[in-house]
């Protein structure tokens, strides 16, 4: 094995190690709808509100989301694992039949919303740049909803958790 292929898997590894909420990101628009689980979502600035969002530049749905120029990322609660594996890809379940499962509306962009994510931030693509294997959007955030309570669902050692906000100590 080549000494930058060893580099890379070991960073993978490295990563692993590295708790990341479990979100779906979703598009809807004249390229079609389509959503994938991503854990490489992160905050950039509050003003505006802007989210950077990474997906494998081998990924059938940049074109899509490209094309649509608006997504929304969904912060999963714990008992969204099994949507999640769906738009993972780890189950056999297309597309289509993907957002015809219960707990999906349309937001005010015209972008699927799921129904008790702890959040669902619905925005308009600002950039879009290519590093190594990844393209990065950024997403100017034009509406947010957040759920009233719930736990988190985390991706750890490739595997999902449930993340517990636990027990808030009154004084």
């Given at each position: 094995m080549s000494d930058d292929n060893q580099h890379r898997l070991r960073f993978r590894d490295a990563m692993a190690n590295l708790p990341a909420a479990v979100n779906i990101v979703t598009t809807e628009g004249p390229a079609g709808r389509c959503g994938i689980t991503a854990t490489a979502v992160c905050s950039i600035?509050?003003?505006p509100p802007t989210l950077l969002v990474c997906v494998n530049s081998k990924s059938a749905m940049n074109p899509v989301f490209r094309q649509n120029e608006r997504m929304c990322?969904?912060?999963?609660?714990?008992?969204?694992?099994e949507m999640a594996r769906h738009f993972a890809g780890m189950t056999e379940l297309p597309m289509a039949d993907r957002f015809l499962l219960e707990g999906w509306r349309e937001g005010s962009l015209?972008?699927?919303?799921l129904n008790e994510a702890l959040?669902?931030?619905?925005?308009?693509?600002?950039?879009?740049?290519t590093l190594g294997t990844h393209q990065m959007y950024l997403v100017e955030?034009?509406?947010?909803?957040?759920?009233?309570s719930g736990d988190g669902l985390i991706y750890f050692k490739r595997r999902f958790h449930a993340?517990?906000?636990?027990?808030?100590?009154t004084g």
């Open positions: 600035t509050d003003s990322i969904n912060v999963l609660n714990h008992r969204q694992e015209g972008q699927p919303i959040a669902s931030l619905e925005g308009q693509i600002a950039q879009v740049q955030i034009r509406h947010i909803w957040l759920a009233a993340l517990t906000a636990g027990q808030q100590e």
